[in-house]
C-alpha cells in the first residue's frame, strides 16, 4: 500500500511556553507582539537589519527555561562576522538610557563575549523605531517581557526562529505587513509545520494577530502546495 505523505499544520499557539513547545516539535515558530517587540523588528528589517533576534530581559518570571546570555553570544558573533556592529531595542519605552541599559546585562555580556560591539539601547516603540538610527546592516536584539521572552524559549530549541506583525509601519499599512511574516514562515518552512505564536494571551491584538497571519499562511496555498 502506497505511503500517504503527512498532512501539513499551520496553528497558532499562545506565550513563551507554546513556542517553546511548538518549537520542540520542529514546527518553524513566528511570534507575535504587536505592541511592540515585533513591529519594532519589522521596522528594524525594513530599514535594512542584516539579522534580528529577540532576548528575555535579565529578570524574567516565565515558567520556561530562557538564556539572553546565550543569544546576545550569537548577536556578537554574527555582528563580528559581518563587521556590524548589534543595536539593542528594549524597555522601559520612556525611561533614561541607563534604565534599558541595565534591562539586558546578560545580553550586553554575552554580545562581548561573542567578540561583537552595542551601537546602541533604543526604546522598543514599534514602527517609530526606524526613524531613530540607521539599521542597514545591523544586527538587532529586541529584548521585551513578552515577544522577547517567547523568542528566547524558543531559540534554546531552535535557532530559526521568527516574528511578525499585523501592525503598520512606515512602508506598509493595510495587509502588507501579514503577509511579509506569512511569506517570511513559508520560505523557511518549505515542508515543516508552522506554529504562529501569540507572545501574550492576555493581549488580545497578538491573538488576533497571530490568528491573522495563520489564515494568511493557509490562504497563500501553504496547505496545499
Known amino acids: ?108 555580556s554575552g554580545i562581548n563575549d561573542g567578540g561583537g560591539q552595542v551601537e546602541e539601547i533604543l526604546p522598543n516603540i514599534g514602527a517609530e523605531v526606524g526613524k531613530m538610527l540607521d539599521f542597514k546592516d545591523k544586527v538587532v536584539v529586541c529584548v521585551s517581557d513578552t515577544g522577547g521572552v517567547a523568542f528566547d524559549a524558543a531559540w534554546q530549541m531552535k535557532k530559526d526562529i521568527l516574528t511578525g506583525t499585523i501592525a503598520r509601519t512606515m512602508t506598509t499599512k493595510g495587509k502588507e505587513t501579514a503577509l511579509l511574516a506569512a511569506k517570511r514562515a513559508i520560505n523557511l518552512a518549505k515542508d515543516r509545520n508552522i506554529a504562529i505564536v501569540a507572545a501574550s494571551a492576555n493581549s488580545l491584538e497578538d491573538v488576533l494577530g497571530a490568528s491573522f497571519i495563520a489564515q494568511t499562511i493557509i490562504e497563500l496555498g501553504y496547505l496545499n502546495s
Do not use: H
Request: proline share 4%.
Open 1 to 108: 500500500m502506497e505511503k500517504l505523505q503527512q498532512a501539513k499544520e499551520v496553528i497558532t499557539t499562545f506565550n513563551a511556553s507554546g513556542a517553546l513547545r511548538a518549537a520542540s516539535q520542529d514546527f518553524v515558530v513566528v511570534i507575535v507582539d504587536v505592541i511592540d517587540m515585533s513591529t519594532s523588528i519589522e521596522a528594524a528589517l525594513e530599514k535594512g537589519a542584516i539579522f534580528v533576534l529577540g532576548a528575555s530581559p535579565d529578570i524574567s518570571k516565565v515558567p520556561v527555561y530562557v538564556n539572553p546570555y546565550k543569544i546576545g553570544l550569537a548577536a556578537g558573533s554574527k555582528a563580528k562576522d559581518l563587521g556590524s556592529k548589534v543595536i539593542i531595542i528594549t524597555e522601559p519605552r520612556w525611561g533614561e538610557k541607563w534604565e534599558r541599559e541595565n534591562n539586558c546585562q546578560k545580553l550586553i
